[in-house]
């Protein structure tokens, strides 16, 4: 059974940075392809970034502009997500999420998540 245990949230202010991490067991993380998604308070999960298997492909939506870093090692079975200049719209839990075929931003079509971490970021 895949776990997906995310850590590094916390409180931050407006401007400042966070990284997060996504630790992956019970399955084959290194052929997985993974992402990060958010969820604010009364509105719907949505898309933040992915990356392949092997690291090779990243995309990201469009409001991290450029602000957001997405990679993986794994070696060490983990993903993460370096989030700098930080803004209070960035206020959300953040997911990670495993699925084993194309990359896509759709929540749907992830099989497995992990329980998320808050990320407040105070103006």
């Known amino acids: 059974q895949v776990q997906l245990v995310e850590s590094g949230g916390g409180l931050v202010q407006a401007g400042g940075s966070l990284r997060l991490s996504c630790a992956a067991s019970?399955?084959?993380?290194?052929?997985?392809?993974m992402a990060w998604f958010r969820q604010a308070p009364g509105k719907e999960r949505e898309f933040v970034a992915a990356i392949s298997w092997s690291g090779g492909t990243t995309y990201s939506a469009d409001f991290v502009e450029g602000r957001f870093t997405i990679s993986r090692n794994n070696a060490k079975n983990t993903m993460y997500l370096q989030m700098n200049s930080l803004k209070p719209e960035d206020t959300a839990v953040y997911y990670c999420?495993?699925?084993?075929?194309?990359?896509?931003?759709?929540?749907?079509?992830?099989?497995?998540w992990g329980q998320g971490t808050q990320v407040t970021v105070s103006s």
């Open positions: 999420a495993q699925r084993g075929r194309a990359l896509s931003s759709s929540a749907d079509e992830y099989l497995y």
């Open positions: 019970g399955g084959t993380f290194s052929i997985q392809n």
